[in-house]
């Protein structure tokens, strides 16, 4: 089943500025989905349409078959959303703000409370579930806010940057978290400035640049797309000048760091050949910029003539 | 009537209301009750005696009505602007937004926390001016219907105060240039009938006149307005705040995009 479909949806404010130009999207269901762009590029917007936080100028919004203009209602019910910005009331007890989100989700309280402990407890929270929510730290408000969008157990959950400004500990925990969510059966979709968060986690993938879907496929055939790939590798012993790698592009960062592009088609294995027969001994190795990102900046670079 | 999608949304929005001003006490239930302790020493007790009577009454008691009543408009009115304006500003009014909570739902329950404050300051009030006083009610019915109608009525005004807000200055504006001048010149402190005939004529376009006189009609049995005539001017701001009210929900005015 389809659990997103957007056709020809179109956002222009009141200033004049078109925010979307016309996106088509789908998403299915179960799907691990990744919404990227650059600032400006109107992800925001698309959400905050899909979620009835901003009023669409035309198009088509459905969520699991049910249309938005006649039954938001039911499209409503289905999401659950986690924003960018910090939107919980900040005077208010921890408990409190999930109970009271699981009761605008009709909800009834006995229940919500039970949703709530378990929610707390799973993501870290149980024990703050009296503290006022201004004075967490900004990894405990990002995981209040998942945790918040979780209690009504909706079968959409957007993630609206998620992880912006939290540590890589709790980035990682947060990743576990949503893997386990998406195996057992609810469909997320993800906007990240964090490429390497969006190619670790989502299986398809829209890029959306000018208010405009530029690319739309599965992570994989994306990330097949790339016709080169540069390395670094760290070396065990100093060099002066560069090796000579047959069929590779080798420069040296410094003298025990080598830079090697590699090309689609040739293979990792050709590579650590020739540095064997160069006598050279490789401690580590690393993608020098991450392939999303290379694609990303492919795809999105250019003029804002569009604008 | 759907329970999931009327009555529980309906019941946690007037619970988070209720816990919300409960919480703040000494902000939003203390301070009516020391300005109208005031109000009574001051204008009851020191300058009414040297007034002495009217419409039959003791000033004090002549002026219970009104300063109940003052207390319910400013606080039903206070409650809903602050509360719903404050969920704008802090963005948290998304979460209902994104719910399934039809706008009536919404009205009704910010509506319902401001009534609940109105009230209850309304009682505090009312029991302190026991202490000065020796009030009977003369209806029962009758002062609790304008005590209900006028805390919907401000309610409302509130919320839309609160939609159209973009500043904390911006809730402000209302109570100080509109409200007060209305309350004072409403009949709180005087009959009308003391003003010359064209200020009697002009005092009838105030609608807090009407509310504080079937008021003072439900407490001393006297009042400057025909009782049905202050009723249907009640009811009629009701049903045009609650029309404006819920097409500026629709609409999203001041809170979508």
Not at chain 2, 186 to 210: D, K, M, R
């Amino acid at each position: 089943m389809t659990a997103l479909s957007i056709t020809d949806l179109h956002k222009r404010y009141k200033g004049g500025f078109h925010a979307l130009k016309g996106i088509d999207l789908r998403v299915e269901e179960g799907d691990f989905f990744a919404l990227l762009g650059p600032n400006g590029a109107g992800k925001s917007t698309a959400i905050g349409i899909i979620c009835s936080l901003v009023n669409k100028t035309s198009g088509k919004v459905s969520v699991f078959g049910d249309d938005l203009d006649t039954d938001p209602i039911a499209v409503k019910r289905h999401i659950g959303l986690v924003p960018q910005e910090y939107n919980f009331n900040h005077w208010e007890p921890v408990a409190e703000i999930l109970v009271n989100q699981a009761g605008y989700q009709g909800i009834p309280r006995a229940l919500a409370w039970r949703r709530t402990e378990k929610l707390l407890r799973q993501l870290k929270l149980w024990d703050k579930r009296t503290v006022m929510a201004r004075n967490l730290s900004g990894g405990m408000k990002r995981r209040l806010m998942i945790a918040r969008a979780l209690v009504h157990k909706p079968r959409l959950l957007i993630l609206d940057e998620p992880t912006a400004g939290v540590d890589i500990e709790i980035r990682l925990s947060m990743w576990k978290f949503l893997r386990q969510l998406n195996e057992q059966g609810t469909t997320i979709i993800l906007t990240t400035h964090y490429l390497e968060e969006a190619e670790n986690l989502c299986r398809n993938i829209a890029i959306i640049h000018h208010g405009k879907i530029v690319e739309q496929s599965s992570m994989n055939i994306l990330l097949a797309r790339l016709h080169q790939q540069s390395f670094e590798l760290n070396l065990q012993q100093a060099l002066d000048a560069a090796p000579r790698l047959e069929g590779f592009q080798v420069s040296l960062r410094d003298a025990t760091t080598l830079e090697v592009t590699v090309k689609h088609g040739q293979g990792l294995t050709d590579l650590f050949c020739r540095l064997a027969e160069s006598k050279l001994e490789v401690l580590s190795m690393r993608n020098k910029q991450n392939r999303l990102e290379q694609l990303f900046l492919e795809l999105t670079s250019g003029d804002g003539e569009q604008q | 009537m759907r329970r999931d999608i009327y009555w529980i949304p309906f019941k946690t929005i007037v619970i988070k209301e209720f816990l919300r001003f409960i919480r703040i006490w000494p902000q939003t239930i203390l301070p009516p009750a020391i300005t109208m302790t005031l109000y009574f020493v001051i204008f009851g007790q020191l300058i009414g005696e040297r007034i002495g009577k009217m419409d039959g009454f003791d000033y004090v008691d002549f002026i219970v009505p009104g300063l109940v009543l003052m207390s319910v408009i400013t606080n039903s009115y206070a409650n809903v602007v602050a509360s719903f304006y404050q969920a704008k500003f802090m963005h948290h009014v998304e979460e209902i937004l994104i719910s399934p909570v039809p706008n009536w739902i919404i009205l009704a329950g910010y509506v319902s926390g401001g009534v609940a404050r109105g009230m209850l300051v309304g009682v505090v009030v009312t029991g302190i001016s026991m202490l000065f006083t020796n009030l009977s009610i003369h209806s029962y019915t009758i002062a609790l219907g304008v005590f209900f109608l006028t805390s919907v009525l401000f309610s409302l005004t509130g919320f839309i105060n609160a939609v159209y807000a973009n500043s904390f200055d911006d809730i402000s504006i209302v109570p100080t240039f509109v409200l007060t001048p209305l309350t004072y010149l409403g009949g709180v402190f005087y009959s009308i009938h003391l003003l010359p005939e064209f200020w009697q004529t002009v005092s009838l376009a105030n609608p807090i006149l009407y509310m504080v006189n079937a008021f003072r009609y439900g407490l001393l049995g006297v009042s400057d307005i025909h009782l049905g005539v202050a009723f249907l001017i009640i009811v009629a701001f009701i049903a045009a705040l609650t029309t404006a009210s819920l097409y500026l929900l629709r609409k999203g005015v001041g809170l979508k995009s």
